[in-house]
């Protein structure tokens, strides 16, 4: 890739359609080219190219910082949900996922009280993944110490099998939230605007009007609509092309 050393960022750009052949991490590495140019659109393409070959935290908040460039708010904000929900850990995913948020022309009150609020928070610090896996590790070192301590009897054995049942009762907590938030089927907004109407097909009369970024659930499909459902209970039909799920 050392060709596109100060190669304009149109004809990166062309490179970029033209390369068939592209690697995943070639692309992301063009994509990192196009940005520091602010070739944003160019850019978001690259990663998008990345991201054919699999998931990736990076490439998606990369591309969601892109798309936030280009004033796609509703594709940021999709991106980087899904780069939460591949690294938790990282607080520039979150601080930018609130950032575009702030950006949305809907300022849609959240259904969640702050006790459910912080609950969520604690049962998303791990990926589904991590989760699971923190789960099994804990259950059978906890298996492990309490058959010991069973037959020595020591105190420390006792309070570490405690403490990894504690760390496997979490996992499987957290990796049964990360369960329940993908089958609610949540999506995001991703067109200027689109209304909602009363039934599934443009007879129906609108109900609301609902713009780029705003964040709903999926509770239905029929044909080309889906019923969505917003923060608060209010929803309605909209277009399926208007909303992209966040995990496909």
């Known amino acids: 890739m050392s060709i596109l050393i100060g190669v304009p960022g149109v004809i990166a750009r062309l490179l970029l359609v033209s390369a068939v ?36 935290a990076a490439a998606h908040y990369n591309l969601g910082n892109a798309l936030f460039k280009t004033g796609r708010i509703g594709r940021a904000i999709l991106h980087y949900r899904r780069a ?65 301590w069973i037959v020595r009897r020591a105190p420390a054995l006792g309070v570490g099998a405690a403490l990894f049942a504690a760390g496997a009762l979490y996992g499987l907590a957290s990796e049964r939230a990360w369960a329940a ?34 964040e709903v659930r999926i509770r239905e499909t029929r044909g080309d609509y889906a019923l969505v459902q917003l923060p608060g209970g209010s929803g309605g039909w909209l277009q399926k092309s208007a909303v992209e799920r966040v995990y496909p």
Not at 202 to 211: A, D, F, N, S, T
């Open 84 to 148: 939460r929900a591949l690294d938790p850990a990282d607080p520039d995913v979150t601080t930018n996922l609130d950032f575009a948020r702030s950006y949305r022309v809907d300022k849609l009150k959240s259904d969640a009280g702050p006790f459910a609020r912080t609950l969520d928070g604690l049962l998303h610090r791990l990926s589904r993944r991590a989760a699971a896996e923190a789960a099994a590790v804990c259950c059978v070192l906890a298996s492990l110490l309490l058959a010991t």
């Open 21 to 56: 052949g592209l690697g995943p991490l070639e692309a992301y590495n063009l994509g990192n080219q196009l940005y520091a140019r602010k070739d944003y659109a160019g850019a978001a393409q690259a990663y998008e190219r990345a991201l054919a070959a699999g998931p990736s």
């Open 181 to 214: 938030e993908i089958a609610s089927r949540p999506a995001v907004l991703v067109v200027p605007e689109a209304e909602a109407l009363s039934g599934p097909g443009p007879e129906y009369k609108q109900i609301l009007l609902v713009h780029d970024g705003t």
